[in-house]
């Protein structure tokens, strides 16, 4: 139901859609490892790095789509960092002197209002229009009740065809009571 899943679709009906599709859920790692996780670092860069190095998400998403769900979370730093990438196609490793070349189509979604989060200092408005170049929503399911009921289907037939049951469709009263459901949180 999410935007995840549209990034996908967007990425698999794109010319790209040969290449890799990388997600990323910024929120979800520790803002002093975010930079390494998404450009890479070199051996010896930082207490704990591994003698070899290692490549970053942008680098296993080239030639295809790199999604960042929750971009909003960026640190100023590293939005600052992003915004260079998006503009030069370049990148470059934690530790590294020289900069990496990048084809790598770029997808973000987040949950925050930006354009609020830019008039509180929290977002920076370049980085907000390099990425808003085409926008689009995704409501959350309560405000999409005519989808419960394909929603459930669907589910209901994978899980029987992955479980291997006959498994018959929803009841009437079972989908009322599904659309009626509140539907709180993402």
Known sequence: ?????????????SARADGPFV????AA??????????F?????????????GRDGLYAAAEGGTLFLDEVGELAP??????????QEKTYRRVGATA??????????????????????GHFREDLYYRLNVLSISVPPLRE???DVALLAE???????AELGLDSPGFEAEALEQLRAHAWPGN
């Open 99 to 120: 900069d990496t070349v990048a084809d790598v189509r770029i997808l973000a979604a987040t949950n925050r209002d930006l354009e609020a989060e830019i008039a509180a």
């Open 154 to 160: 669907h589910m209901r037939a994978r899980f029987a």
């Open 23 to 26: 997600a990323l859920n910024c």
């Open 29 to 38: 790692i520790a803002p002093e490892l975010l930079e390494a996780e998404l």
């Open 1 to 13: 139901v999410g935007k995840e899943l549209v990034a996908r679709e967007i990425h698999a009906r």
């Open 40 to 52: 890479g670092y070199e051996g010896g860069a930082f207490t704990g790095a591994v003698a070899r």
């Open 144 to 146: 999409r009740r005519d």
């Open 77 to 86: 730093a590293l939005q600052a960092k992003f915004l260079r990438v998006l």
